[in-house]
């Protein structure tokens, strides 16, 4: 049974930081394209970044030069490093494993704001 737990969500300020975390479990963790998502009320999810088994890596062109996406296989965790954070980043940020099917995490709330 897949399981993915998000952590690292809270309350910044504009120009601040956060490190997301998603530990993974149920999976073949190296061998897994990861990614985070994030959705706003009333909006679809969106990709916000994503990465390979070997550390190739896309991001949305809204968080490139500001947000990292890294792995971890011996922890089976992905990080997503948040900098420079603005209001617009505010959203449930969801982490996924690309499988068969899409599998998800509960989602971990980020606000930006003063």
């Known amino acids: 049974q897949v399981h993915l737990v998000e952590s690292g969500g809270g309350l910044v300020q504009p120009g601040g930081s956060l490190r997301l975390s998603c530990a993974a479990s149920?999976?073949?963790?190296?061998?897994?394209?990861m990614g985070w998502y994030r959705q706003v009320p009333g909006k679809q999810r969106e990709l916000v970044a994503r990465i390979t088994g070997i550390g190739n890596t896309n991001y949305a062109d809204s968080v490139k030069g500001r947000f990292t996406i890294s792995r971890d296989n011996a922890k089976n965790t992905v990080y997503l490093q948040m900098n420079s954070l603005k209001p617009e980043d505010t959203a449930v940020y969801y982490c996924?494993?690309?499988?068969?099917?899409?599998?998800w995490g509960q989602g971990t709330q980020v606000t930006v704001s003063s």
């Open positions: 149920g999976i073949i963790f190296r061998a897994t394209t």
């Open positions: 996924n494993a690309r499988l068969l099917t899409d599998e």
